[in-house]
Nanobody, 124 residues
Framework: QVQLVESGGGLVQAGGSLRLSCAASGRTFSNYAMGWFRQAPGKEREFVAAISWGGGSTYYSDSVKGRFTVSRDNAKNTVYLQMNSLKPGDTAVYYC?????????????????WGQGTQVTVSS
């Protein structure tokens, strides 16, 4: 079955950086769009960043544009989220997501598989 396993979350001070990784298995990784969503306590899960199946197109929410970078390594079946200049408002559980190659993966309805999530906490 398809599995998405995130790693790299943790506690960081405001202004710091973290890199999240998501290792995928169970289907041909390079055939699918990949992305990241996040959910803060009491809030809905929201789109953060996504990357097309071949890596040629990337998409970001306005709140992270210029600070976060999504990338993928199809040889390693892994997608990454480099997060710089972190703010307390970035505190959330971050979820890796996968979806059909034709989608931008910018909405939850486009996701067919989710990871279990990894906690990111940014202290002020």
């Amino acid at each position: 079955q398809v599995q998405l396993v995130e790693s790299g979350g943790g506690l960081v001070q405001a202004g710091g950086s973290l890199r999240l990784s998501c290792a995928a298995s169970g289907r041909t990784f390079s055939n699918y769009a990949m992305g990241w969503f996040r959910q803060a306590p009491g809030k809905e899960r929201e789109f953060v960043a996504a990357i097309s199946w071949g890596g040629g197109s990337t998409y970001y929410s306005d709140s992270v544009k210029g600070r976060f970078t999504v990338s993928r390594d199809n040889a390693k079946n892994t997608v990454y989220l480099q997060m710089n200049s972190l703010k307390p408002g970035d505190t959330a559980v971050y979820y890796c997501a996968s979806g059909p190659r034709g989608y931008r993966l910018t909405t939850r309805s486009q996701v067919d598989y989710w990871g279990q999530g990894t906690q990111v906490t940014v202290s002020s």
